[in-house]
T-cell receptor, first 118, second 115 residues
Framework: GAVVSQHPSRVICKSGTSVKIECRSL??????MFWYRQFPKKSLMLMATSNEGSKATYEQGVEKDKFLINHASLTLSTLTVTSAHPEDSSFYIC??????????????FGEGSRLTVL | AQSVAQPEDQVNVAEGNPLTVKCTYS??????LFWYVQYPNRGLQFLLK??????LVKGSYGFEAEFNKSQTSFHLKKPSALVSDSALYFCAVRDPASGTYKYIFGTGTRLKVLA
């Protein structure tokens, strides 16, 4: 199957700093990428849909100025958590849709990034 | 509104016994259905999908799922559970008529296989 690489897998930062998480599709071109946040009680929350070359579409309740998403190429999307606070601590997961998956829209997921804000 | 329900927070099963993880959905039309598995501190791994055709779908690691349109269910099954199957399982649905590739995820079911 297609491979999605997410980096870093773990990051610890101080409150008020910004953190960038990268999501790369290694062996396919991803026209669309999705960013999720997973809460301790395990549910996955879709944060935004990232389309290559255009602005991300954010889900209701997600602050776009807080969570900056950039999808500058067909293989890379980045999520930047700006001015991070302890409540932003979470597990962030990206996923990508391969163009070859056609209309079935099968998604491939990254390994996730554990953010801890002190 | 579209939704996916995984009614069991946790399922415990003895090794070697059959396992079932339940999923029901509420989507108009003909949904695409997926199962994913997540191991601790890892991303989600694709197990299987139903798009059309045969209602019984076979996937990775010996898992299978049966699509039941009348009951709007897509339960995940395995004839003989392994301890290594212990993980978090997510059911997901996509409505192809929505024009988006958004998935709706269930809340997840933690499977614990006891030796």
């Amino acid at each position: 199957g297609a491979v999605v690489s997410q980096h870093p897998s773990r990051v610890i930062c101080k409150s008020g700093t910004s953190v960038k998480i990268e999501c790369r599709s290694l062996d396919f071109q991803a026209t669309t990428m999705f960013w999720y946040r997973q809460f301790p009680k395990k549910s996955l929350m879709l944060m935004a849909t990232s389309n290559e070359g255009s602005k991300a579409t954010y889900e209701q309740g997600v602050e776009k100025d807080k969570f900056l998403i950039n999808h500058a190429s067909l293989t890379l999307s980045t999520l930047t958590v700006t001015s991070a606070h302890p409540e932003d601590s979470s597990f962030y997961i990206c996923s990508a849709r391969a163009g070859t998956s056609g209309s079935t829209g099968e998604l491939f997921f990254g390994e996730g990034s554990r953010l801890t804000v002190l | 509104a579209q939704s996916v329900a995984q009614p069991e927070d946790q399922v415990n099963v003895a090794e070697g016994n059959p396992l079932t993880v339940k999923c029901t959905y509420s989507v108009s039309g003909n949904p695409y259905l997926f199962w994913y598995v997540q191991y601790p501190n890892r991303g989600l791994q694709f197990l299987l999908k139903y798009i059309t055709g045969d209602n019984l779908v076979k996937g990775s690691y010996g898992f299978e799922a049966e699509f039941n349109k009348s009951q709007t269910s897509f339960h995940l099954k395995k004839p003989s559970a392994l301890v290594s199957d212990s993980a978090l399982y997510f059911c997901a649905v996509r409505d192809p008529a929505s024009g988006t590739y958004k998935y709706i995820f269930g809340t997840g079911t933690r499977l614990k296989v006891l030796a």
